[in-house]
């Protein structure tokens, strides 16, 4: 392990002992005192020097007059992109709550500026925070440039402790080294220095932030994310608490359990138990002679035969068909129902097309169980309409005229 | 330059004039040395408490939220409480950090940092609430408005919603605030470091800062845009956290006062975990030249004026239930002053409206043992306050027939010791890795450290 480690720290601080070439970046110097430097600075840009800069441990005031620099454009990064922000997270609440998903809450509008101003707020300070860090490190900070020269320099050392320095770059188009050195030693530097370039500097080749170090980040963020994604979905997936609640401390209905005496999951109703709307049926088993007399309690109307048609539709649709035809979708997989246009049903009292429903009739089973007193009672209407548009004559045309 | 002249003539920054060098080893060698038994000590502490939150978290997560002593109609308990009380002690980093920077205030150097990184913890410990209250943190995800295969997006009108954005903006400022003063300070520790590991984590977190004035120029105006943009957010997120409760309709909820009173209350309770915690780092370090009595007596100034910012609202809360007419919201405060919680509710006012006013004697506020015990008051107090506020307010509602009281349970008791836990070894391994002080801001604040002179260019030499 601790190998490990020294052969990276010896990988990556290679470039502290990287041999310098022969090139040189620039003359530095080094003061003492807050007022030398800022001397000297004004002195360096008052000769008209355009590529040199300050070094301090701290930032000065009045520094940036001396250099005769401008005023720091920092804040247009962030007041563009804290615009942006607003207007993106209001055009995205608009457009979600809006218009793609309307979801009605407490009555309220889907979409309105008040409830939106906090987040919308949020946003936009986001947004500034996030564009002006990273805006100052990469556009104007110039960061990260963990391998320019200047880096790892005695020179370096000083100027982030307790001394101020000037660099004049061997670029700018005025420098004339022995020029500059008189310049410095005026202006009071107590030490100069030249910085070379290292060697890496000139091939363009950067030690730690190169092309093998971004397939690192992105290996390991694609490693990460297959890893998650399997332990997510194939290892947790069945493993309390993270299964979706399927596991519960329940019994399920039909299955098997200690609990009860019989180990049946299932609990019976009390014997004599009556649901609503399931009066037992009194002729349950007899033949259809005995029901001629039982009468249909409902009187015909809109609503009866609307429900009579939804109900009709679910259960006795599938073999009957929607029009009582037998030419139900169960085709060909259970024996074909006759007509229920036939004379012998078109005959039949109201009773006798219940006592069907209720009791079944051969391999038509009963309906007792799933279809309420009433609603069987609605289907035996809605049947009546079915029977009476099948053999509908001319006549009715000039009547419904 | 006057300003500074008036500065001049109060208290020193930095007692006894010390050079940039003395104050580059002063910061840095708590992070060079081997830690101090005394570290170990609170790290052991802390490691526990956490170790204990973690399990208590384990069955949190295992057996769901049953564990703890919510209720109903105690929905929000602890878990809430905990939120609130955590996210307001962040508050105080940032207005030390943010609000005190664009008022000039120099004394806060000694401090910010420190807070700054409070902030940061704070929010890390409060967040972790929320989600957990959720019942199934791994599903968090369907707090942010992700595309997901039901097509629907979140609740953009919910003050729970809005709480989402504003912890973690408020989270992301805050690191990005504190990260951004922590550069040019990596870069002085990078230099100073021998090589080594240590060297090669500092060089690059440190980007290659150099100092060079042209980053300096924009460095110091992105600080200020991020003090600009962090102070209205320090606002916004502690009324956020009302609007949680304010946009209710559960009487001792529903009230205007909410965000301004909430905002104070995060101040006070933050401040006083900052006095806490640096009265004994400062000892512990042996900073007490850095940070001094004259920092300590300035917080205990606005302990004081937070605190009576929370007196009135306590009190202001009583009048409008009486001046409503309202049945029930007059029934809600008395029933908090007289009923089962009045022990809670006396708790609260003792620590935070009657404590504070000793903060008038200048002898207390300069007393180091005496402010210690003051705010660790502060901190009961201001836990107590959001226990009044959330349980008094659920467990007597509209209907008498629904009332019932509330009681932790062993594992609510955990995850509060917990949370406890988790902040401070979060804090002291930042004592023990980065500079607890803005070396750079420090140097700054020195005396002699700007200079008498304002030359230019092209000739002219503005003398001041």
Redesign the interface.
């Known amino acids: 392990m601790k190998k490990l ?1 020294n052969k ?2 010896e990988l ?2 290679k470039e ?1 002992n990287e041999p310098r070439s022969k090139k040189l970046y620039g003359l530095a110097s080094l003061y003492n ?3 030398e ?3 000297a ?2 002195a360096v ?2 000769r008209g020097f355009e590529k040199f ?17 401008e005023k ?4 247009y990064v ?1 007041f563009v992109f ?1 615009f942006l922000g607003l207007i993106l997270v209001l055009l ?2 608009w457009w ?2 809006g218009i ?2 309307q ?1 009605i ?1 407490g009555g ?1 509008p889907f979409f309105s500026l008040p ?2 101003i ?2 919308t ?3 936009t ?2 947004l ?3 564009a ?2 990273i ?3 990469i556009l ?9 020269p ?2 790892d320099t005695e020179f ?2 000083r ?4 001394k101020f320095g000037i660099v004049v770059k061997a670029d700018d188009e005025k420098f004339i080294p022995d020029d500059v050195k008189l310049l410095f030693q005026t202006a009071g530097a107590f030490e100069i220095q030249e910085i070379y370039y290292r060697e890496s500097n000139l091939t363009n080749k950067t030690p ?1 932030f190169n092309g093998k170090f971004f397939v690192a980040i992105i290996g390991t963020a694609v490693v990460t994310a297959i890893v998650s994604y399997f332990t ?1 979905n194939w290892v947790l997936y069945d493993v ?3 299964d979706w609640m399927w596991k519960q401390d329940r019994i399920d209905a039909q299955s098997k359990t200690n609990f009860f005496p019989n180990n049946s999951g299932m609990r019976m109703p009390v014997n004599g138990t009556i649901a609503r709307g399931f009066l037992p049926y009194e002729y349950k088993g007899m033949p259809d002679s005995s029901v001629r007399l039982l009468a249909n309690p409902l009187a015909v109307s809109k609503e009866s035969l609307e429900r009579g048609q939804d109900r009709y539709n679910i259960f006795c649709s599938p073999c009957h068909g929607y029009y009582g035809e037998g030419d139900g979708r169960l085709r060909d997989q259970f024996p074909k129902p006759p007509s229920l246009h036939n004379q012998k049903v078109m005959n039949w009292t109201d009773g006798n097309i219940y006592h069907v429903i209720t009791n079944g009739q051969n391999v038509m089973p009963s309906y007792a169980e799933q279809i309420s007193v009433n609603d069987r009672w609605n289907i035996v209407n809605y049947i009546r309409v079915l029977q009476r548009s099948k053999n509908a004559s001319d006549e009715d045309l000039t009547k419904a005229k | 330059m006057s300003f500074d002249a008036t500065y001049a003539r109060e208290l020193p920054l930095v007692e006894s004039k010390a050079s940039f060098r003395e104050i580059d080893d002063a910061i840095i060698k708590p992070t060079e040395e081997k830690p101090r038994k005394g570290w170990w000590v609170a790290f052991g502490i802390s490691f526990t408490a956490l170790m204990i939150g973690a399990y208590c978290l384990g069955l949190t997560f295992y057996y769901g939220i049953g564990m703890w002593g919510n209720n109903q109609p105690v929905s929000w308990a602890f878990g809430i409480i905990n939120f609130v009380f955590w996210i307001g002690i962040g508050h105080a980093g940032t207005l030390i950090s943010a609000i005190l920077h664009l008022f000039r205030q120099k004394w806060r150097t000694g401090i910010a940092r420190f807070a700054e990184a409070m902030t940061i913890f704070a929010v890390m410990t409060a967040g972790i609430f929320p989600v957990i209250h959720t019942g199934r943190p791994w599903l968090a995800g369907y707090l942010l408005p992700l595309p997901n295969q039901n097509g629907v997006w979140v609740n953009f009108i919910s003050p729970l919603l809005w709480d989402v954005f504003a912890v973690s903006t408020y989270f992301t400022i805050s690191f990005l605030f504190w990260s951004l003063g922590l550069i040019p300070d990596i870069a002085t520790m990078r230099d100073k470091a021998k090589n080594g590991v240590k060297k090669t984590i500092y060089k690059v977190l440190a980007l290659g800062w150099s100092g060079s004035n042209r980053s300096w120029s924009n460095y110091e105006r992105a600080y200020l845009i991020l003090a600009g943009i962090s102070t209205p957010l320090v606002l916004s997120v502690h009324s956020i956290v009302s609007f949680d409760f304010a946009v209710s309709v559960i009487p001792g909820w529903h009230t205007t006062i909410f965000p301004p009173y909430f905002v104070a209350g995060a101040i006070f309770s933050g401040f006083g975990m900052v006095s806490t915690i640096l009265i004994i780092v400062r000892k512990v370090f042996g900073m007490e030249h850095i940070i001094t009595v004259n920092h300590l007596e300035k917080m205990n100034k606005i302990l004081l004026a937070t605190g009576m910012m929370v007196g009135y609202a306590y009190s202001m809360e009583f009048f409008i239930a009486w001046y409503s007419g309202n049945t029930f919201e007059m029934f809600v405060f008395i029933n908090r002053a007289m009923g089962p919680y009045a022990w809670s509710y006396w708790t609260m006012i003792t620590c935070n409206v009657i404590l504070p006013q000793l903060f008038w004697f200048k002898k207390i506020r300069r007393n180091i043992p005496i402010t210690f015990v003051l705010v660790i008051f502060v901190n009961v107090g201001m836990w107590f306050e959001r226990f009044v506020i959330i349980i008094t307010s659920l467990h007597r509602d509209f209907l008498p027939a629904s009332w019932a009281m509330f009681y932790p349970s062993l594992v609510d008791l955990g995850l509060l010791l917990g949370s406890f836990g988790f902040f401070f070894t979060f804090l002291l391994l930042f004592l023990k890795f980065l500079p607890l002080v803005s070396i750079a801001e420090l140097k700054a604040v020195v005396e002699g450290a700007q200079p008498t002179i304002h030359p230019h260019p092209n000739g002219s030499n503005g003398k001041h």
Do not use: R
């Not at chain 1, 104007?140 to 320019?148: H, R, T, W, Y």
């Open positions: 480690l990276i720290t990556l601080s502290d005192t807050p007022d430097i800022i001397k600075a004004a840009a008052g800069d300050v070094y301090t441990p701290y930032p000065l005031h009045g520094m940036d007059d001396a250099m005769g620099m720091p454009k920092i804040g962030s804290g995205m609440m979600m709550s793609d998903y979801n809450i309220k409830p939106s906090p987040i707020f949020e946003g300070v986001l500034t925070g996030i002006t860090t805006g100052l490190i104007f900070a110039k960061l990260p440039s963990i391998n320019s200047i880096q370096m050392g100027v982030t402790s307790d730690l997510l309390v608490p993270f």
